[in-house]
C-alpha cells in the first residue's frame, strides 16, 4: 500500500454500521475541507431518508463517491459523523464575521433568521429527528450534540448582545453567557422534543416575550 491509499495505515472495522471498533491511525493526506463537505451532507441526506438505525457508513460512502477508509480516517462512528455533518449544517447559516448591524438588538437577532421552504424545514426537522435518536440511544454524546446544535447560534448571541450592552441598551449587568443560550436552547428543544419548526412568528414571540423583558435597563 502507498500512503494515497485511504485505507493506509488504518484497522477498519468490518461492520456496516457505527463502526464502533477500534481505529489505529497514522498521518495520510491532509483533510480537504471541500470533500469532507461533501461527504457530511451526503450523511444529511442518509439520515433523512432512513433515519439513525438505518444509516450506514457504507450507503454514506456510496452516495458521496469515497471510499470506506475515508470515513475511518476522519470518523471512526457513524454518530461522530451525524454530530459533525450536523455541526457543519448549523455553523454554515450563520458567519460571525458578517453579522447582522441594525442598531437594535431586536432587529440583530430577527436578521439573523433566515427563512426556510417548507421542503427545506421539512428536511431539516428529519435530520433533527435522526439526531434526537441517536441522543436516546448513547446519551455520552449530549455535549457534543449542544456544541453542534445550540453553540454556533449562541456564539452569535454573545456578540450581538455584547453590542447592545455596549450602546446601553441593555442592563450592564445581564449575563450575557446565559442569555445568548436562550433562543438557540429553545429552538433545539423545539426541533428535538417537540418536531415542530422553528418560524419567524415564534422567534418573535420569544424576543419580545422572553430576552428584551430579561434584558431591558
Same mark, same amino acid.
Given at each position: 500500500m502507498t500512503q494515497d491509499d485511504p485505507t493506509a495505515g488504518h484497522t477498519v472495522p468490518d461492520d456496516d454500521g457505527d463502526g464502533g471498533g477500534t481505529v489505529h491511525r497514522r498521518p495520510g493526506r491532509k483533510p480537504d475541507p471541500r470533500r469532507d463537505a461533501e461527504i457530511m451532507e451526503a450523511?444529511?441526506?442518509?439520515?433523512a431518508e432512513v433515519g439513525y438505525t438505518g444509516m450506514t457508513m457504507n450507503a454514506v460512502a456510496a452516495r458521496a463517491k469515497a471510499g470506506k477508509g475515508t470515513f475511518y480516517r476522519r470518523w471512526p462512528s457513524k454518530a461522530e459523523l451525524v454530530l459533525d455533518a450536523i455541526g457543519h449544517m448549523k455553523r454554515s447559516q450563520v458567519d460571525l464575521d458578517r453579522l447582522p448591524d441594525t442598531g437594535t438588538l431586536r432587529g440583530d437577532i430577527l436578521a439573523l433568521f433566515k427563512p426556510t421552504s417548507a421542503e427545506d424545514g421539512e428536511y431539516q426537522l428529519t435530520i433533527m429527528a435522526g439526531l434526537a435518536s441517536m441522543l436516546s440511544q448513547d446519551?455520552?454524546? &449530549?455535549? @457534543?450534540?449542544?456544541?453542534?446544535?445550540?453553540?454556533?447560534? &449562541?456564539? @452569535?448571541?454573545?456578540?450581538?448582545l455584547s453590542r447592545a450592552m455596549s450602546r446601553g441598551e441593555i442592563n450592564a449587568t445581564a449575563d450575557i453567557e446565559t442569555l445568548a443560550q436562550i433562543i438557540p436552547s429553545i429552538a433545539a428543544y423545539r426541533a428535538l422534543i417537540q418536531r415542530k419548526p422553528f418560524d419567524r412568528d415564534f422567534l418573535v414571540a420569544i424576543i419580545d416575550g422572553v430576552l428584551l423583558p430579561a434584558v431591558r435597563p
Open positions: 450523511a444529511l441526506q442518509v439520515l446519551r455520552g454524546f &449530549a455535549e @457534543a450534540a449542544n456544541d453542534a446544535i445550540v453553540e454556533p447560534w &449562541a456564539a @452569535a448571541n454573545r456578540v450581538l
